[in-house]
């Protein structure tokens, strides 16, 4: 009777050999797939987050959702958008992107951790700690940002672009971000897409 033999030392390396070199093949296309995941996700996020600040209108005269308002425990100089969003959100985990590594709270803000920003020019007019403009007020909500992916350590609630340009859009995918519009749709773009050939911060 003959015995079966096992394997040899080279047919275990080739074996090995070939295992390694389908890793190192399937790797990116995993990657790139998480990645893709991951912006889905986070459009998904932007897009709730910009339904929830419809309502947030209609219960307000159509008055917009404001970066802050006045208010919160001692010691803070207001409540930040995330946090007034809350009763049409219900859920704080959507102002979270998957791929921020380090979502924050607006310095001296009472708040949520988050990764998203607001557009001042719409919610934070006049001053400081001012009102929010109407939906009459908006030229175009279909081109009118609301939301952003915001650069998390800057620990803000959003950005003013005749200040900051696009300095605080955070490019987390594909060296683009993702946006919501006032009118509640949601779109990826690069950052230079966002001013030229219409400036999509402005609501004039």
């Not at 159509?62 to 425990?73: C, I």
């Not at 001012?130 to 030229?139: A, K, R, T």
């Not at 749709?185 to 004039?204: D, E, G, M, R």
Request: hydrophobic content about 45%; some cysteine; proline content about 5%.
């Amino acid at each position: 009777m003959r015995l079966s033999q096992g394997f040899t030392l080279v047919e275990v390396l080739i074996v090995v050999a070939i295992i390694i070199i389908l890793a190192a093949m399937l790797m990116p296309v995993f990657e790139i797939a998480t990645k893709r995941a991951e912006a889905t996700t986070c459009l998904m996020n932007v897009r709730n987050i910009g339904m929830a600040a419809a309502l947030y209108a209609e219960d307000n005269d159509d008055r917009l959702l404001p970066a802050r308002v006045s208010g919160g425990p001692p010691g803070y100089i207001g409540i930040g958008w995330g946090m007034i969003i809350q009763p049409y959100l219900r859920n704080e985990a959507i102002l979270v992107c998957v791929s921020d590594p380090n979502p924050t709270i607006a310095a001296g803000t009472y708040g949520l951790k988050c990764s998203y920003g607001i557009n001042y020019e719409l919610t934070l007019v006049g001053g400081y700690n001012n009102s929010s403009l109407c939906l009459s007020d908006i030229n175009s909500e279909t081109q009118t940002i609301m939301f952003f992916d915001v650069v998390s350590h800057l620990r803000r609630l959003g950005t003013s672009y005749p200040y900051d340009g696009t300095a605080a859009v955070a490019t987390r995918h594909r060296e683009g971000a993702n946006f919501v519009f006032v009118d509640g749709h949601a779109k990826w773009f690069k950052p230079a897409q966002t001013v030229t050939p219409k400036n999509l911060w402005s609501p004039q």
